[in-house]
């Protein structure tokens, strides 16, 4: 069936990971990136949510969302009406990524779902992002997890254009995803700690 303008709207309930607002000041953002089964969507928010959600949400929080899709100027648009924060499913995104972790590399056998799922970091190697902190934030990360004894268990992987150059520098945590836009060098260290766990040196 052909797409027309005269489509009437529809009602979506969609869950995914929340990976940030879209537009430079997150204060006046009206509308959030949501990940749902691989896709990126963009979601308007309603203005009685926009300060709420501003305050509340961080890059990796599993949502739901609840609104209506309109088909306006050729596209298709999302406007929630709603929106939850919810656990995020344990076959995809493991609830407790450090214990998870942890058990995995030191071989103790877990019940827990994901738990050896390996943690990959994805950077952006175009040259665009490498010239807005890319080129610094790969070597800071390396040497981190060296600090960690974590470089031979954490892959580090250099992706084309992720469509976010004007928040570089970017990084993304797998399984997750969890994605951080304009990573600071000095909140590096917090983020890795939210996801990995440090290993004993070698004796």
């Known amino acids: 069936m052909a797409d027309s303008p005269s489509q009437p709207p529809w009602m979506f309930n969609l869950n995914g990971t929340f990976l940030g607002f879209c537009g430079d000041d997150p204060a006046k953002a009206k509308v959030i990136r949501l990940a749902v089964e691989g896709e990126v969507l963009a979601i308007k928010l309603p203005k009685a949510l926009r300060e709420p959600l501003q305050l509340r949400l961080q890059p990796g929080d599993y949502l739901r969302c609840i609104g209506r899709s309109s088909w306006e100027d050729g596209q298709i648009k999302l406007k929630a009406y709603q929106v939850f924060n919810l656990l995020p499913p344990l076959p995809k995104t493991c609830t407790y990524p450090q214990e998870a972790i942890a058990q995995a ?16 970091i994805q950077v952006c190697r175009k040259s665009g992002c490498q010239k807005r902190g890319g080129r610094d934030l790969v070597m800071a990360l390396e040497q981190a997890l060296r600090d960690r004894n974590l470089h031979s268990q954490v892959e580090i992987q250099y992706t084309g254009c992720q469509k976010h150059c004007s928040e570089a520098p970017t990084l993304t945590v797998l399984p997750g995803p969890y994605r951080y836009s304009r990573v600071k060098l000095s909140r590096l260290s917090v983020i890795l700690d939210r996801h990995l766990t440090p290993t004993k040196p070698n004796p």
Do not use: L
């Open 105 to 120: 590399w030191s071989g103790q056998p877990s019940t827990r779902p994901g738990a050896h799922q390996p943690v990959k």
